[in-house]
Structures are given as C-alpha cells and as structure tokens.
Nanobody, 123 residues
C-alpha cells in the first residue's frame, strides 16, 4: 500500500513537500515515482527515482523546481516542490513499479498507485 500526504493550498512561488509511505515489505526493491492529474487532463509523469536512489528522472515542466528522494530505511519517498506555479495544481499520485519509471512510462503500465493528494497553487 502507498499512502501519500502533504498536499494542500499554497500561493504561487511557495513550496510543499509530499510524502509517500509504503507498506508491504517490497519498498527497497521497487522503483518509485510521482504522477499527477489536473482537472480535465490525463495523468502525467512528474518524477521518479530508482530503487537504489542512484538515478532520478523529471518531467521537463518540473525540472529544476522539484526534487524526488527516498529513504529506504523509512519506506518513504518524497517530492519537494519549490517555486510552485498555478499550473502545478493537480492530484499527485505516488507510484511503485518493479521496472524503472521515467517520462516514457505509460500510466496504465504502473503496478501500484497511492490514493492521491491534492495540491492547489493559487495565483
């Protein structure tokens, strides 16, 4: 199970940190990531980190503003979001997969999804 938290309302230019706690005993063997879905739009890739945390991937729209990290001892993955923009408003989903997740990963191919946490950025 994936339990995401940390969403909320923030002004443009502000920051939020999302957390995703995993249970089930396979966290350290899973590649982890975040997708998001804005109202009326399809789900899109945001960021991902490999199981060893050696490599990270970002969507062009968030590169330089968002940072993904993981703590395998705490079974938790984080998404630090800085310089938030109104267009970042979306429901953010934590995901896990046995294969590497990157910008080319089709959402329908991802193994596990969390319940989502809403991020709203006001202008």
């Amino acid at each position: 199970q994936l339990q995401a938290s940390g969403g909320g309302l923030v002004q443009a230019g502000g920051s939020l940190r999302l957390s995703c706690a995993a249970s089930g005993g396979t966290f350290s063997r899973s590649h982890m990531g975040w997708f998001r879905q804005a109202q009326g739009k399809e789900r899109e890739f945001v960021a991902a980190v490999t199981r060893s945390a050696s490599t990270t991937y970002y969507a062009d729209s968030v590169k330089g503003r968002f940072t993904i990290s993981r703590d395998n001892a705490k079974n938790t993955v984080y998404l630090q979001m800085n310089s938030l923009k109104p267009e970042d408003t979306a429901v953010y989903y934590c995901v896990a997969d046995g294969n590497v997740i990157d910008r080319y990963t089709f959402p329908g191919r991802v193994d596990y999804w969390g319940q989502g946490t809403l991020v709203t950025v006001s202008s």
